[in-house]
């Protein structure tokens, strides 16, 4: 790790399915850094809204339940797939992960008072450096000096299979053409929102996971990192 002039940091960006999370967190173990996963922010953001039924349009209502709102995140506990994710104090790490909730994040995600408050959070975690941030821009908007910057893509009907399979392993009924037209909707909202959307950073390494398994990404990542 050689690169002193910029923050040491690990970005890793890109669309659903491409294995962003299990990659993040294996380099994040591998390095001793943090994993800062985003995508639980907003997420769990958005499940605050909802629960309170908060017109997303309405953008004085959105703040004041923001402004109402703490969110804590908790390192993944071992065996489990994901960040502890505290909002007002309870546990909301599972529920947040359904495909319902997925596309309430999306949609919350494109709301400006949003924005601003989570990029922010997540800025200030990665002040001491040492982070592995996951998302959507967190090479363009949030850790513009990152050193380590990667866009990770596969095409949407893999993608859309992997999210299918990890359902499954929960034991939940998947109907394929559903979750398939769900993953392209995320994605043309994701990256046709006007504020900080899904794009690759010009310094970003990207590497196509179509064809690759966890391991290869993870290793090829590595090596371009140390
Ligand atoms: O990574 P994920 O699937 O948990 O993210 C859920 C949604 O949150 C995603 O569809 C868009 C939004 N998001 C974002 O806008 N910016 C990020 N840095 C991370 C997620």
Same mark, same amino acid.
């Given at each position: 790790?050689?690169?002193?002039?910029?923050?040491?940091?690990?970005?890793i960006?890109?669309p659903?399915?491409?294995?962003?999370?299990?990659?993040?967190?294996?380099?994040?173990a591998?390095?001793?850094?943090?994993y800062?996963?985003?995508g639980a922010?907003y997420? %769990?953001?958005?499940l =605050? &809204?909802?629960? +309170? #039924?908060?017109?997303? $349009?309405?953008?004085?209502?959105? !703040? *004041?339940?923001?402004? %109402?709102?703490?969110? =804590? &995140?908790?390192? +993944? #506990?071992?065996g489990? $797939?994901?960040?502890?994710?505290? !909002? *007002?104090?309870?546990?909301?790490?599972?529920?947040?992960?359904?495909?319902?909730?997925?596309?309430?994040a999306?949609?919350?995600?494109? !709301?400006?008072?949003v924005?601003?408050?989570?990029?922010?959070?997540?800025?200030?975690?990665?002040?001491?450096?040492?982070?592995?941030?996951?998302?959507?821009?967190?090479?363009t908007v949030?850790?513009?000096?990152?050193?380590?910057?990667?866009?990770?893509?596969?095409?949407?009907g893999?993608?859309?299979?992997?999210?299918?399979?990890?359902?499954?392993?929960?034991?939940?009924?998947v109907?394929?053409?559903?979750?398939?037209?769900?993953?392209?909707?995320?994605?043309?909202?994701?990256?046709?929102r006007?504020?900080?959307?899904?794009?690759?950073?010009?310094?970003?390494?990207?590497?196509?996971?179509?064809?690759?398994?966890i391991?290869?990404v993870?290793?090829?990542?590595?090596?371009?990192?140390?």
């Open positions: 790790m050689s690169d002193t002039r910029k923050e040491r940091i690990v970005t960006d890109g659903s399915g491409v294995g962003k999370s299990t990659i993040s967190r294996r380099i994040a591998s390095l001793s850094f943090t800062l996963d985003t922010m997420r %769990a953001v958005g =605050k &809204l909802k629960e +309170a #039924r908060v017109d997303l $349009d309405d953008a004085d209502a959105v !703040l *004041d339940c923001l402004n %109402a709102t703490s969110l =804590k &995140l908790l390192p +993944a #506990r071992a489990s $797939d994901g960040v502890g994710v505290l !909002l *007002d104090g309870r546990d909301v790490s599972q529920e947040i992960r359904s495909p319902e909730m997925s596309m309430i999306s949609a919350t995600s494109a !709301l400006p008072a924005r601003e408050k989570l990029t922010l959070m997540q800025q200030e975690i990665g002040i001491e450096g040492k982070i592995v941030a996951e998302g959507r821009d967190t090479g949030v850790f513009p000096g990152a050193a380590w910057k990667f866009y990770l893509d596969a095409a949407p893999i993608r859309m299979q992997r999210r299918a399979e990890q359902l499954r392993s929960q034991g939940k009924q109907d394929e053409d559903e979750l398939l037209a769900m993953t392209v909707k995320r994605d043309h909202d994701d990256q046709s006007s504020i900080a959307p899904l794009c690759k950073a010009v310094d970003a390494h990207v590497i196509d996971t179509s064809l690759l398994s391991d290869e993870t290793e090829a990542m590595l090596a371009l990192i140390t």
